[in-house]
């Protein structure tokens, strides 16, 4: 065995229990805030990519519409089509209301958690 392996050995042997568990604690207190501000970034990108997937299928709706009310005969009307004058914009659709997601019950308990361990630190 080393000596800086026997040294920290001895150190650990003669912190006290209350000491043993406040680093413990301290340590499961920093991988919970790593853990809920990963969640919270995952959220906010799933939330981005949904709103790219509606806004994408607002404009492929849009786009089946304008092909089907389109004669036969007629090409569709393209934004880079030389000589044509631009289309006026068409309003986006208006987004569908969003579904009762988990965020309040996270909070909730994430500020649970805190309160709990800052009773914990105050003792």
Same mark, same amino acid.
Do not use: C, W
């Given at each position: 065995?080393?000596?800086?392996?026997?040294?920290?050995?001895?150190? @650990?042997?003669?912190?006290?229990?209350?000491?043993?568990?406040?680093?413990?604690?301290?340590?499961?207190?920093?991988?919970?805030?790593?853990?809920?501000?990963?969640?919270?970034?995952?959220?906010?990108?799933?939330?981005?990519?949904?709103?790219? @997937?509606?806004?994408?299928?607002?404009?492929?709706?849009?786009?089946?519409?304008?092909?089907? @009310?389109?004669?036969?005969?007629?090409?569709?009307?393209?934004?880079?089509?030389?000589?044509?004058?631009?289309?006026?914009?068409?309003?986006?659709?208006?987004?569908?209301?969003?579904?009762?997601?988990?965020?309040?019950?996270?909070?909730?308990?994430?500020?649970?958690?805190?309160?709990?361990?800052?009773?914990?630190?105050?003792?």
């Amino acid at each position: 065995m080393s000596r800086d392996f026997a040294s920290f050995m001895a150190s @650990i042997s003669e912190d006290s229990a209350e000491q043993k568990v406040r680093e413990l604690m301290e340590i499961l207190d920093k991988v919970m805030q790593i853990i809920m501000n990963s969640t919270d970034q995952l959220f906010t990108q799933l939330m981005k990519l949904e709103t790219n @997937i509606n806004h994408l299928m607002g404009r492929i709706t849009k786009l089946e519409s304008q092909s089907a @009310i389109a004669a036969p005969g007629q090409p569709i009307p393209s934004a880079g089509a030389p000589g044509m004058p631009a289309a006026a914009a068409a309003p986006a659709p208006k987004p569908a209301p969003k579904p009762m997601s988990p965020v309040s019950a996270r909070s909730a308990l994430q500020s649970e958690l805190k309160q709990l361990f800052a009773r914990r630190k105050q003792q």
